[in-house]
């Protein structure tokens, strides 16, 4: 059993910053990619970022110079500083993972955190 536990969602006025974690816990035996995604009431989700296990990294467009992931692969975590948040960036975040529970299961498994809702004030 494989959890993702978000934290660090709020309300930010516009132009501010938050930082989101999540931390992964349960049966991992390796943890490959981890990401943020988005999600608005009646749209899909979209990726924000995500990082590999070597450290290279990946951004949407709209949050690139604005937006950093980082991980600590030691303790399964992943972070999101975001910076000069928008209104429109108003969301649930939900955190991402592709695991492999056991050295006897080859293929990584995807999970997916409950979600934390960011909120940017105008």
């Known amino acids: 059993q494989v959890q993702l536990v978000e934290s660090g969602g709020g309300l930010v006025q516009a132009g501010g910053s938050l930082r989101l974690s999540c931390a992964a816990s349960?049966?991992?035996?390796?943890?490959?990619?981890m990401g943020w995604y988005r999600q608005v009431p009646g749209e899909q989700r979209e990726l924000v970022a995500n990082?590999?296990?070597?450290?290279?990294?990946n951004y949407a467009d709209s949050v690139k110079g604005r937006f950093t992931i980082s991980r600590d692969s030691a303790k399964n975590t992943v972070y999101l500083q975001m910076n000069s948040l928008k209104p429109e960036e108003t969301a649930v975040y939900y955190c991402?993972?592709?695991?492999?529970?056991?050295?006897?299961?080859?293929?990584?498994?995807?999970?997916w955190g409950q979600g934390t809702q960011v909120t940017v004030s105008s």
């Open positions: 991402n993972a592709w695991i492999r529970v056991s050295i006897f299961v080859e293929t990584p498994k995807e999970y």
């Open positions: 349960g049966s991992i035996f390796s943890t490959k990619a």
């Open positions: 990082i590999t296990s070597g450290g290279v990294t």
